[in-house]
């Protein structure tokens, strides 16, 4: 059984118009991250959450946001996305005392 | 700053012979992941190495760390056409906001 579930698994979006990714988990981890991956480069770190609280990378566009309404649910808004923006999205999840990375399946984002 | 690298970038190999991918790293660190991803999809971990001389193997993949060199290695014995896939490695550093994984660049093994 899928324990992270990113939504949907293939998204396309028109430049400049706000998207949404949605990520899942059924493992009560109380550690989110979100990770950018763009063709054959390694995932870079976006943002992550340690329970509610957001830790924002240094680089990290202001075009992105990210929400966590409770411990299940993350999203990644991208509000005005760029054809640089156009990659794999990964969310991964693990608990405090488990270095262990769970990952979602990704979300792969197309921008026209 | 936390830097990973890892060499080969590219690597291509017969069936039956035996290799070694490096993953070199510059700052402390006592945490380090090997991952698999294969083409468009996720990341599937490999191996967590939590201390200095550890080495884990599974199946036909041998991964050691020497903190001291700040060095791991990933064995692969007797290759198989299955193995084909990108191997990251990824080391845990600490941030302002914590800590979080910095990866490699990858490792894109053709088994031939």
Not at chain 1, 9 to 38: A, D, E, I
Not at chain 2, 47 to 71: H, I, P, Y
Request: aromatic share 12%; with cysteine.
């Amino acid at each position: 059984d899928a324990m992270v579930i990113q939504n949907p698994r293939y998204q396309v979006t028109q430049f400049g118009k706000p998207v949404t990714l949605s990520c899942s988990q059924t493992l009560n981890h109380n550690v989110m991250y979100w990770y950018q991956q763009k063709s054959s480069q390694a995932p870079k770190l976006l943002f992550h959450y340690y329970d509610k609280d957001f830790n924002n990378e240094a680089d990290t566009p202001d075009n992105f946001q990210s929400r966590r309404p409770n411990t299940s649910f993350c999203f990644l808004d991208i509000r005005s996305p760029g054809l640089g923006d156009a990659a794999m999205y990964l969310c991964a999840t693990r608990t405090t005392t488990n270095e262990k990375l769970f990952f979602g399946s990704g979300t792969q984002l197309s921008v026209l | 700053e936390l830097k990973v690298e890892q060499n080969p970038l590219f690597l291509s190999m017969q069936e039956g012979k035996n290799y070694t991918i490096y993953c070199n790293y510059s700052t402390t660190s006592d945490r380090l992941y090997w991952y698999r991803q294969d083409p468009g999809k996720s990341l599937e971990s490999l191996f967590v190495l939590l201390s200095n001389g550890a080495v884990k193997q599974e199946g036909r993949l041998m991964a050691s760390l020497d903190t001291k060199a700040r060095l791991s290695t990933l064995h692969i014995t007797a290759a198989v056409h299955d193995l084909s896939a990108t191997y990251f490695c990824a080391v845990r550093g600490y941030g302002t906001s914590g800590s979080r994984l910095t990866f490699g660049e990858g490792t894109q093994l053709t088994v031939n």
